[in-house]
């Protein structure tokens, strides 16, 4: 008879410990879970409000092994935060879903940055090449918007560029087409860094234009 108050009493506060533990626990698991809940959510929400992807192409490729053939997925993704940066990468993975996260990570760590005028088109015309890929760009005035197709204007959408006119002479490969456009956009100049270079300021190079004595240089 003594084992069963025993055990009783034993199990009582052990109960009540557990409850108590049960419920400490849960609440530092609530805690912790609006802790972390609100960090990667807070994280989470400015990367998607401050990058836009775009996909590009997806195909199909195929690995010959001994029992047949393995399936997969080769994504093509641009990055940008339209306002002036840009990135390009790729994934590979057995699921569409997979090969998309990989390519927009890879995009995200390859950005690169591209100064505009007037933040909405290029600051002079451009020539591009990579590979069989051969691209023109062309600055244009205000109101003209982006005249180009395919993957390149997936580019010049994500980059924040408004107006601009561009050619594809070459190859019509995605990755080439990509490629060469960004080749054609690192290789762009701007006033700020042609005055720095010549330690000059930036109305002295960009005004020459508005001179006096060119006019009659024209006409001559």
Known sequence: MARTPTGTSERGPGRGRGGEGGERSGGRGRRGEREGGGREGGRGGERDDEFVDKLV???????????????????????????????????????????????????????????????????????????A??????????????????????????????????????????????KATFAALQSMTSPRAVAAKRGKKVGDIVGRREEPGAAPAKEA
Do not use: C, W
Not at 96 to 104: C, G, L, N, Q, S
């Open 133 to 178: 890929g051969k691209v023109i760009l062309r600055s244009a005035p205000a109101g003209t918007g982006i005249i180009a197709g395919g993957p390149m204007r997936a580019v010049f959408e994500t980059m924040g560029i408004q107006d601009i006119v561009a050619k594809s002479v070459g190859s019509n490969n995605p990755h080439n087409m990509v």
């Open 57 to 131: 192409h997806i195909n199909r490729v195929a690995k010959v092994v001994k029992g047949g053939r393995r399936f997969a997925f080769a994504a093509l993704v641009l990055v940008g935060d339209t306002k002036g940066r840009v990135g390009y990468g790729s994934g590979k993975a057995r699921e569409v879903p997979e090969a998309i996260r990989k390519a927009t990570d890879a995009a995200k760590r390859n950005m690169i940055r591209i100064p505009l005028r007037e933040g909405r088109t290029l600051h002079h015309d451009l020539y591009g090449r990579f590979g």
